[in-house]
Each structure stands twice: as C-alpha cells, then as structure tokens.
C-alpha cells in the first residue's frame, strides 16, 4: 500500500505539502498540487482517515439521524445530506431514530460515540432527552425538518460556557402553504373543509395545524373542531381518520392531508368506502411525491424543497463547526403549490401542476433565513 512519503518521492515535493493538499491546510501553487494529485492517482494512495483523526481530532464524518427513511420525502433529504457531505469530503453515518424519544436519544449516543463531527437530527415530538445528551457534550447540531424551542441562552438552548444556542435548525415553511390549500379549496365553493393532521407535538403538525385555521379565517369559514383529526403522520392511523369523518352527520366535502402518508391512508379510506375523488370528496395534500403526478385524478400537493433541505442542512452543520460561536440560526425554505386535478379543478393542458412559489408567511419565527 502506497504511503504519504511514496506520493511526496513521486511528486518531487515534500511529505508536508502532500499533507497540504490532502487536507487543504495551505495553499499550493497549481502545478505542484497536480503534480501530488497526479501521484496519488498513479500510486493508487488512500488517505489514512484514521491516522488523520487522532492527529487532527476530526473524523470528517456526519451523523444523521431520521425516522421513517423509507418515506420518500426522507428518502429525497438524504439523497440532499449525502450528495453535499460528500461534495464537503465528509462521510455519512444513518441511523433511524423511529420517533422513539429514548431510542433517539441512544442513536445520538451511538453516533457521538463513533465520533462524528456534528450531527444532523430529525427531532422526535418530546426530544427533551436528546437534547440532553447533545447539550451536555456539546456536540455541533442541526436539527432538520422538525424545530425545537432553543431560545439563546435558555437551559437547553446554550452551550455550556453561557454562550449562544449552537442548535441550528433547517426546516420547510408548513403554515403559509396549508393555508394555501385551505384557500384554494374554499375558492371552490367548499365550505366544510376536513384535516388529518400529523403526530401531536410535532413543529411541523402544529405549523400545518395553524395554516389550516389560518385558511378557513382568510375565508371567512367557521372553525368546527369535528373537522380536524389526527393521522398521527401514518397512512393506518389516517385511514381510520378518514373515514372517522365520513362518518360524521355532516361530513366535509373536501379535505387536507398533512403529509404524504396520510395521503396514501385518506385514498384507501376512500376506496373502500367506495368515494371517489374529487366528485364525492376535493382532495389537497401536503407533501408532493413521484407518483402523484401519476394518480386518477392528478394529486394537488404542496411540494417540499427535500434534497436541498438535506443539502442545506449540511453546509449550516459545516458553517457550525468552522465557526462554532457563531449565533444559531433557523432557515426555512419556500415550498411549491402543484396545481392538479384532485381538488376539483379541470385539466388544464400546459398549466396543470406548473409549481407555484409559496412565499413563508408572517408566522415564521423571528430571525428566520428565508
């Protein structure tokens, strides 16, 4: 196996500027770079990852920890995470929390104990313990998809000198687009507009849970609590709620789902209950997916920024480490409405699903990167 001192012999240059442009610690002049990148290519070289961690105390590797990886719309943010910690030089390590708060906080041990740089971590509804643990070893995180509260200088929210929250957090706007659903549907002339909402506790089902009652104000519907139920972010549990509200005296005539496993379970809901969709029941999801477009009728979705959520959430992790005392920092991304024919709309040839930006709304978070 090719050593360090074998490439700097090829190279003509020394064992220190070979480190040089591995690790990109100094610059060096363009011909003598190639002339070690050329060497190293012809040797066959592998850096030493290992022997470079104890000397740098850095693993150049990324923890990251979500549920349900399976989603497709997790399945796209690590698509993001991995393609921009590789890009950076950093390897991934995956886990799946399972939205367990004790098992979450055990993968973060695990992760920690593998020495991982920084973590970037999927919260679960009640993360107190997660938190916890990251606080008590100050271990550099991101929290994606799900804020917390982590207030400057508040308990869990500092660092362990009294400094600033090193929790940053990387999220989509949920409140604004639901709102949107809500709206567009009662354009429509609906006037009893149903929700399935996601698991209790979470930032992103409460945001939705606020769209929703944002909509129905912006026009001018009544709220009637009967009316919104829980999914509890599953496609079974949404089933139930589905037909939950079916049942009711009288039922909604349209309704929103809040993420795209809930979708699923609001369809098979009304298959088997023999409904269809839009003539019997209008149908806006949160959540856009590959084959929704692929649906009979075309699903009307708001659609997540997912890879570049994930992508995003690695350059904040990076930005963190370069500069650990920096002030922490949310950043939400617009999402997109599509367009289709689930709601009720006409096919509408060279217009259907064309992606409308959603700008965040006033309810974001003071501070919020946009």
């Excluded at 909604?252 to 795209?260: D, F, S």
């Amino acid at each position: 196996m090719a050593t360090m001192a074998d490439v700097a012999r090829s190279a003509g240059v020394s064992v220190a500027t070979v480190s040089h442009v591995l690790n990109g610690t100094r610059p060096v002049l363009p011909h003598t770079r190639q002339a070690v990148l050329d060497a190293i290519d012809s040797l066959g070289y592998t850096p030493n990852t290992l022997a470079r961690s104890l000397v740098t105390s850095r693993t150049r590797s990324i923890g990251l920890a979500v549920s349900a990886i399976s989603n497709p719309y997790f399945t796209e943010i690590l698509q993001g995470v991995e393609a921009a910690a590789l890009e950076a030089g950093y390897s991934l390590l995956i886990a799946d929390p399972h939205d367990d708060p004790e098992h979450e906080r055990k993968v973060a041990q695990l992760l920690h104990e593998r020495r991982v740089d920084g973590m970037i971590v999927a919260p679960s509804a009640r993360p107190h313990d997660l938190v916890g643990y990251l606080r008590r070893h100050a271990v550099p995180t991101v929290f994606l998809d799900r804020v917390i509260d982590t207030p400057a200088g508040g308990d869990e929210g500092a660092t362990p000198d009294g400094g600033t929250s090193w929790y940053d957090q990387v999220c989509a706007e949920s409140t604004a687009p639901t709102a949107r659903l809500v709206t567009h549907l009662a354009a429509l002339g609906h006037r009893r507009i149903g929700m399935v909402a996601g698991m209790p506790g979470l930032s992103t089902t409460e945001e939705r849970v606020a769209g929703y009652r944002d909509g129905l104000v912006a026009a001018a519907l009544a709220h009637d609590e009967r009316l919104l139920v829980s999914g509890d972010s599953e496609s079974a549990s949404a089933e139930q709620a589905t037909t939950a509200l079916l049942a009711l005296p009288d039922p909604p005539t349209a309704l929103v789902t809040g993420n795209n496993a809930m979708t699923i379970g609001a369809l098979r809901a009304l298959r088997r209950l023999g409904r269809s969709v839009p003539d019997d029941l209008a149908l806006c999801c949160f959540d856009d997916f590959a084959w929704a477009d692929l649906f009979s009728p075309r699903l009307t979705a708001v659609a997540q920024p997912s890879r570049e959520l994930g992508a995003q959430a690695v350059r904040v992790l990076l930005d963190r480490l370069g500069e650990p005392r920096r002030p922490a920092r949310t950043v939400r991304l617009a999402c997109t409405f599509a367009h289709r024919t689930s709601c009720g709309c006409p096919e509408q040839p060279g217009a259907a699903g064309r992606p409308e930006h959603l700008e965040p709304s006033t309810l974001s978070e003071k501070g919020t990167v946009s």
